[in-house]
């Protein structure tokens, strides 16, 4: 456990949510909420002054939107690890999300504990995605894009393949780098390479193949 807490910043437009969420996580030594915001152009102003480690982002909020607004911290090259809370399972809002930089994606239904647990595995650097999304996450990509072929797999190298397994167990860039003791750039450039290879558009879909092709150690 480290010993400075996980700094959280709630972009929500529900004040009673926020307090809910901010006491809940009170309770936890290793995280803390750092800031609040009720809108978009709060929120990102409130991450360019606070840096946190973790954003929660609602995604329907009026006037800009959680998709929109996570689209403008990711052109500001915000670095937190940024998931989109809310209560939409529809699977477009799922995609759209993770397609725009989401690093997970939680439903508000979700009990308490689930939630600290899910918070806990996204400022360690995993992606994290509601339990019942998963399926229909897997079902959506699926229908969206080509199938990937054996051979491509087989024309990766040991180091993407190594970066593959690493990406389907969750973990980001940085924490990829750290494990293979090489640069959060050589990793990204492995990424697009394999990307290319196996003919897939983002690293979510990269980690549902490989759980599907049992890829996922």
């Not at 990102?44 to 689209?71: C, H, K, Q």
């Not at 670095?79 to 809310?86: D, Q, V």
């Not at 799922?94 to 690093?103: F, I, N, P, Q």
């Not at 079902?139 to 180091?159: G, N």
Request: aromatic share 2%; glycine share 6%; net charge negative.
């Amino acid at each position: 456990m480290s010993e400075t807490p996980a700094s959280i910043l709630l972009i929500d437009d529900h004040p009673l949510l926020r307090q809910g969420i901010k006491q809940l996580i009170e309770m936890e030594d290793d995280m803390e909420v750092v800031g609040e915001a009720s809108n978009s152009a709060d929120g990102v102003s409130r991450a360019l002054e606070l840096e946190p480690d973790l954003i929660l982002l609602d995604l329907n909020m009026p006037e800009v939107n959680g998709i929109e607004t996570l689209r403008i911290l990711r052109a500001e090259n915000v670095s937190a690890r940024i998931i989109i809370f809310t209560v939409s399972d529809h699977e477009d809002d799922v995609v759209a999300a993770l397609r725009a930089g989401a690093d997970g994606y939680l439903l508000k239904d979700m009990e308490p504990e689930d939630l600290l647990r899910q918070l806990h595995q996204a400022a360690v650097g995993r992606m994290v995605i509601s339990e019942r999304l998963t399926t229909l996450l897997a079902q959506a990509l699926r229908s969206q894009k080509p199938e990937v072929v054996r051979a491509d797999y087989e024309s990766l190298t040991p180091r993407e393949r190594d970066i593959l397994k690493l990406i389907a167990d969750g973990l980001s860039n940085k924490m990829i780098g750290r494990r293979l003791d090489i640069s959060d750039g050589t990793v990204k450039v492995h990424v697009k390479h394999l990307l290319k290879k196996l003919n897939l558009r983002s690293r979510v879909e990269v980690a549902v193949w490989a759980v599907e092709e049992g890829l996922h150690r």
